[in-house]
């Protein structure tokens, strides 16, 4: 069964910090990865995704995340936090192929201290 | 801007009561989901329907249903609500690209 680790429940960054968020996963094969945000109240947005290819993946709102597969690991990065990115940032794994059903982990409590 | 639209935003319902959730996606997207978040958690797959047939269930009991409709919309049904029921309830859905769209959610408050 494949599963997601987010180690961190709470991170606190001064605005302009820099920021990484760890995400570790557990999956037979190679899975297909995921950043998802959430603001208060609200749904999730899709940050970036990786499938295959460059284990470097660019997302929206200047994040980024890197897959190494060695570590099991696909941490979310960004090199200069604003205020705005305060919220919750979800961690997901689904299977390559098949019935795609993604599995989240609890989440990350970003708080950004101005 | 999402396309994913469900209604209502917030609910309060008596334990023992029904409730059902609904949900509209994007034109085109056969493949909905939906997901309960309880506070401070990650949301927890309930199931997922494909061109209207279940397509995967998650561990929820049978009280908790679903519908697909031939126009992108979907339900989900909540028999003899429970105090833990109270939950954000998420639905997404998928279109050609893997990766999901989430609707905004409906707030359940159990009493």
């Known amino acids: 069964a494949q599963s997601v680790t987010q180690p961190d429940i709470h991170i606190t960054v001064s605005e302009g910090a820099s920021l990484e968020l760890r995400c570790n996963y557990s999956y037979g094969a190679t899975p297909y990865l995921f950043w998802y945000v959430q603001s208060p109240g609200q749904g999730l947005q899709l940050l970036l995704k990786y499938f295959s290819g460059d284990t470097l993946v660019q997302g929206i709102k200047g994040f980024e995340a890197e897959f190494k597969r060695s570590q099991s690991s696909f941490n979310l990065r960004k090199p200069s936090v604003h205020w705005s990115d305060a919220a919750e940032y979800f961690c997901?794994?689904?299977?390559?192929?098949?019935?795609?059903?993604?599995?989240f982990g609890r989440g990350t409590s970003l708080i950004v201290h101005p | 801007e999402t396309g994913v639209t469900q209604s209502p935003t917030h609910l309060i319902k008596t334990r023992g009561q029904q409730v059902t959730l609904r949900c509209s996606s994007q034109?085109?997207?056969?493949?909905v989901s939906w997901y309960q978040q309880a506070l401070g958690q990650g949301p927890q797959f309930i199931f997922q329907?494909?061109?209207?047939?279940?397509?995967g269930r998650g561990n929820f009991p049978p009280r908790f249903s679903g519908l697909q409709f031939p126009n992108y919309s979907s339900e989900l049904n909540v028999n003899a609500l429970e105090l833990d029921d109270s939950a954000l309830y998420l639905c997404a859905s998928q279109g050609e690209s893997y990766g999901y769209t989430f609707g905004s959610g409906t707030r359940l408050t159990v009493v």
């Open positions: 329907y494909y061109r209207e047939e279940e397509n």
């Open positions: 034109s085109g997207h056969n493949t």
């Open positions: 997901a794994v689904g299977p390559s192929g098949g019935s795609y059903i993604p599995t």
